[in-house]
């Protein structure tokens, strides 16, 4: 094609712009629940069982499981970045059924669920209230019964968690002594409890074929008992002199909460805790906005005294993100206009980038939804450096064209004519190369090629759309917008940069020589930079993904193993106390009894750290506000401290208070990951309590 195409056609290049313009891993999550057994009992039982079916299960990367002192059991799987989350949660869902014949009748009756949802938190959600009478129990009953289900039917929503969750339960204290004194056994108690409080069909009188009846009329019995006082009337036995000996003989039974092991709260207040998690591929903005109608709208039917809040919402870290790729676009265009209009001194050609710079990056927007990416940490990344990279060809067209008109005193048509003939191949050259740098990162397979492939195919893309438009629009607006210099003299400030220009061009045409006439020495210095930056590459410390501060963190306390809930409650309000002191704390989530690495546990308490908006804090630096916080809590004797932050990538970065206990725990638990997991990070491991 020849290179003046374009240039006489200009509707045709305008109308191509214009058609430009136009233009996380799966995770299944399985829980199940074995009452009354603790953690090794679930692990031998339930855990076993399931992790040898589920091993081998197709595109699985990795398991993590965990069982519980309560008798609770969960496993998340992830899959590869490739794989259909209805597929992998159709394979679980198959493999559990073979493992269904293994396992305890209790825990097959109680049920096993399999869900798909995204690894990461979006939103949560607290109801709360100063009324006395709306006490944690109460709220967490009253979110389970009224807000759970609807918050589940949001579109996108994968799961949501009732953290520190407590019940309403029928709680039957029994005295071992009268049991004993009647001989009577907790088996008998069981078997009684089965057996009378159960719903059953009674039958139908009238039913055909009797005949000589008018009604037919269904016989409807007591089912399922309801009260404290239809509990104490259970009959354990009668005896042959017609004595009976009820439940209340035997027993204490009242309505309280299902389990004490775990509490719940924020900034050491009472509250229920809703964690909300999004499927694979979701909106989180468009989901977080759904939740969010809905909570406000469940409002309006709350009892009077019981309010909400949001604590944590993941879309703001997202909002910000956007906000600074806003940002940055807009200081980049600032500085290309700067750029060109000080360099060339011309509005004229000054408008030819402020046109292609933007037609570059909406084309990426439409092939990036063509690929099926989503606007991530990613994605933003190159769409930033893209911003710096897009500029360039419009830039070149521009001053070769300005170039040649002031040297040739040819017209704007012309010059931008003679131009394009030589800039043509070195402009598809410099795409090619670019292309041939980033592109085959994409061919990486698994979740690392997965990440790097939106980061390069987002700049490749850029970097081609850019090339077109500098082959078709700019000469177009270049030999229509563009005239030859006037012969007037530049003002001052003008003349000052000019002769700077000159100064640099002049100085970089001596280096160039003397780097070609000394070949050897050069290549003696670039050998060099290639050893730095490998010796570089090899000292800094490395990761999966770089850290970013998304506006929180946590704070796990571990006391020593047998501590009961009164022990970690003292120390985790002692902690609490010290974090809503913190001028970049605004709020403090605690879940007291259970850990995100052991699960249910009494010796445990994780507290979640949200700081106050980027612009309202005192310290910028996560890292210095999380150093406070380590430094305080460390001198805490009877507990651990471990605090965490969650990378992009969805894994944790785990630390802890300077002691060798902590730093040998860490390293065992690195070098077991680090054995078992196919990503180059040390993630969250598989525990068992």
Same mark, same amino acid.
């Not at 759904?290 to 879309?315: A, C, V």
């Not at 640099?504 to 045409?509: P, S, T």
């Not at 992009?648 to 997991?677: D, E, L, Q, V």
């Given at each position: 094609?020849?290179?003046?195409?374009?240039?006489?056609?200009?509707?045709?290049?305008?109308?191509?712009?214009?058609?430009?313009?136009?233009?996380?891993?799966?995770?299944?999550?399985?829980?199940?629940?074995?009452?009354?057994?603790?953690?090794?009992?679930?692990?031998?039982?339930?855990?076993?069982?399931?992790?040898?079916?589920?091993?081998?299960?197709?595109?699985?990367?990795?398991?993590?499981?965990?069982?519980?002192?309560?008798?609770?059991?969960?496993?998340?799987?992830?899959?590869?970045?490739?794989?259909?989350?209805?597929?992998?949660?159709?394979?679980?869902?198959?493999?559990?059924?073979?493992?269904?014949?293994?396992?305890?009748?209790?825990?097959?009756?109680?049920?096993?669920?399999?869900?798909?949802?995204?690894?990461?938190?979006?939103?949560?959600?607290?109801?709360?209230?100063?009324?006395?009478?709306?006490?944690?129990?109460?709220?967490?009953?009253?979110?389970?019964?009224?807000?759970?289900?609807?918050?589940?039917?949001?579109?996108?929503?994968?799961?949501?968690?009732?953290?520190?969750?407590?019940?309403?339960?029928?709680?039957?204290?029994?005295?071992?002594?009268?049991?004993?004194?009647?001989?009577?056994?907790?088996?008998?108690?069981?078997?009684?409890?089965?057996?009378?409080?159960?719903?059953?069909?009674?039958?139908?009188?009238?039913?055909?074929?009797?005949?000589?009846?008018?009604?037919?009329?269904?016989?409807?019995?007591?089912?399922?008992?309801?009260?404290?006082?239809?509990?104490?009337?259970?009959?354990?036995?009668?005896?042959?002199?017609?004595?009976?000996?009820?439940?209340?003989?035997?027993?204490?039974?009242?309505?309280?909460?299902?389990?004490?092991?775990?509490?719940?709260?924020?900034?050491?207040?009472?509250?229920?805790?809703?964690?909300?998690?999004?499927?694979?591929?979701?909106?989180?903005?468009?989901?977080?906005?759904?939740?969010?109608?809905?909570?406000?709208?469940?409002?309006?039917? +709350?009892?009077? &005294? /019981? @309010?909400?809040?949001?604590?944590?919402?993941? =879309?703001?870290? %997202?909002?910000? !993100?956007?906000?600074?790729?806003?940002?940055?676009?807009?200081?980049?265009?600032?500085?290309?206009?700067?750029?060109?209009?000080?360099?060339?001194?011309?509005?004229?050609?000054?408008?030819?980038?402020?046109?292609?710079?933007?037609?570059?990056?909406?084309?990426?927007?439409?092939?990036?939804?063509?690929?099926?990416?989503?606007?991530?940490?990613?994605?933003?990344?190159?769409?930033?450096?893209?911003?710096?990279?897009?500029?360039?060809?419009?830039?070149?067209?521009?001053?070769?064209?300005?170039?040649?008109?002031?040297?040739?005193h040819l017209s704007p048509y012309e010059a931008t004519k003679k131009a394009m003939r030589s800039l043509s191949s070195a402009l598809i050259a410099?795409?090619?190369?670019?292309?041939?740098?980033?592109?085959?990162?994409? +061919?990486?397979? &698994? /979740? @690392?090629?997965?990440?790097?492939?939106?980061? =390069?195919?987002? %700049?490749?893309? !850029?970097?081609?759309?850019?090339?077109?438009?500098?082959?078709?629009?700019?000469?177009?607006?270049?030999?229509?917008?563009?005239?030859?210099?006037?012969?007037?003299?530049?003002?001052?400030?003008?003349?000052?940069?000019?002769?700077?220009?000159?100064?640099?061009?002049?100085?970089?045409?001596?280096?160039?020589?003397?780097?070609?006439?000394?070949?050897?020495?050069?290549?003696?210095?670039?050998?060099?930079?290639?050893?730095?930056?490998?010796?570089?590459?090899?000292?800094?410390?490395?990761?999966?993904?770089?850290?970013?501060?998304?506006?929180?963190?946590?704070?796990?306390?571990?006391?020593?193993?047998?501590?009961?809930?009164?022990?970690?409650?003292?120390?985790?309000?002692?902690?609490?106390?010290f974090l809503m002191a913190d001028p970049d704390v605004e709020y403090v989530l605690n879940v007291t009894g259970s850990s995100p690495r052991v699960?249910?546990?009494?010796?445990?308490?994780?507290?979640?750290?949200?700081?106050?908006?980027?612009?309202?804090?005192?310290?910028?630096?996560?890292?210095?506000?999380?150093?406070?916080?380590?430094?305080?809590?460390?001198?805490?004797?009877?507990?651990?401290?471990?605090?965490?932050?969650?990378?992009?990538?969805?894994?944790?970065?785990?630390?802890?208070?300077?002691?060798?206990?902590?730093?040998?725990?860490?390293?065992?638990?690195?070098?077991?990951?680090?054995?078992?997991?196919?990503?180059?990070?040390?993630?969250?491991?598989?525990?068992?309590?």
């Open positions: 094609m020849k290179a003046d195409f374009f240039i006489d056609r200009p509707v045709f290049s305008t109308v191509l712009s214009i058609v430009i313009v136009i233009v996380v891993p799966p995770v299944v999550r399985i829980s199940a629940s074995y009452p009354g057994a603790d953690a090794q009992t679930v692990t031998q039982a339930v855990a076993t069982p399931i992790e040898q079916e589920l091993n081998g299960t197709p595109g699985m990367i990795y398991m993590e499981s965990s069982s519980s002192n309560s008798g609770g059991f969960s496993a998340t799987v992830t899959f590869d970045i490739s794989t259909d989350p209805d597929l992998a949660a159709v394979d679980i869902q198959n493999r559990l059924k073979e493992a269904e014949a293994r396992l305890p009748a209790e825990v097959v009756q109680n049920g096993i669920s399999v869900e798909k949802q995204a690894s990461s938190k979006l939103l949560t959600i607290t109801l709360l209230s100063n009324d006395p009478k709306f006490d944690e129990i109460y709220l967490s009953n009253y979110a389970t019964l009224n807000v759970l289900d609807m918050l589940r039917r949001v579109p996108g929503v994968g799961r949501v968690s009732n953290v520190g969750s407590r019940y309403y339960a029928m709680q039957i204290w029994v005295q071992p002594d009268k049991l004993a004194d009647l001989g009577l056994t907790v088996k008998d108690l069981q078997a009684a409890l089965k057996d009378q409080n159960r719903e059953s069909a009674a039958g139908v009188l009238g039913q055909a074929p009797m005949e000589g009846v008018d009604v037919t009329t269904p016989i409807t019995a007591q089912g399922r008992l309801s009260s404290v006082s239809e509990f104490e009337e259970i009959v354990i036995r009668a005896n042959p002199d017609g004595s009976i000996i009820r439940l209340r003989d035997v027993a204490n039974i009242s309505l309280e909460a299902q389990s004490y092991n775990t509490e719940s709260g924020i900034n050491a207040g009472n509250a229920a805790v809703l964690d909300v998690y999004m499927l694979p591929g979701a909106n989180a903005i468009e989901v977080a906005s759904s939740i969010k109608s809905t909570m406000e709208e469940l409002s309006r039917n +709350f009892p009077e &005294g /019981i @309010t909400y809040n949001i604590p944590f919402d993941m =879309t703001t870290y %997202i909002s910000e !993100s956007i906000h600074h790729v806003y940002r940055t676009l807009f200081e980049a265009l600032l500085l290309v206009i700067l750029v060109v209009f000080l360099s060339l001194q011309s509005w004229r050609a000054t408008i030819i980038p402020i046109v292609a710079v933007p037609i570059s990056l909406i084309g990426t927007f439409g092939v990036m939804l063509i690929f099926g990416f989503s606007l991530n940490l990613l994605t933003l990344l190159g769409l930033i450096l893209a911003i710096g990279i897009v500029v360039d060809d419009a830039i070149v067209v521009v001053e070769n064209v300005e170039r040649i008109m002031n040297e040739e410099m795409s090619l190369v670019l292309c041939a740098v980033f592109v085959p990162v994409s +061919f990486l397979s &698994g /979740i @690392t090629g997965q990440l790097y492939r939106q980061f =390069t195919i987002t %700049i490749a893309v !850029s970097v081609v759309i850019s090339t077109i438009v500098a082959l078709t629009l700019s000469p177009v607006m270049c030999s229509l917008f563009l005239r030859p210099d006037d012969g007037h003299r530049k003002n001052r400030f003008f003349r000052r940069i000019n002769l700077g220009l000159a100064i640099g061009n002049n100085f970089y045409g001596r280096t160039i020589a003397r780097a070609l006439a000394n070949s050897r020495r050069m290549f003696a210095a670039f050998g060099i930079v290639l050893i730095g930056m490998w010796l570089m590459n090899r000292l800094l410390p490395q990761s999966f993904m770089p850290q970013e501060d998304q506006g929180y963190f946590t704070v796990e306390l571990e006391l020593p193993e047998g501590a009961t809930i009164e022990r970690t409650r003292t120390v985790t309000n002692r902690a609490i106390d699960g249910t546990n009494q010796a445990h308490s994780q507290l979640t750290v949200i700081l106050k908006p980027w612009d309202e804090r005192e310290t910028d630096d996560l890292s210095e506000i999380m150093g406070r916080v380590r430094r305080e809590l460390s001198r805490y004797p009877e507990s651990k401290v471990y605090l965490s932050t969650r990378p992009a990538s969805g894994s944790y970065k785990i630390s802890c208070a300077p002691s060798a206990t902590c730093r040998t725990a860490a390293s065992r638990w690195c070098s077991k990951r680090a054995a078992t997991a196919p990503i180059p990070t040390c993630s969250r491991p598989s525990t068992r309590s």
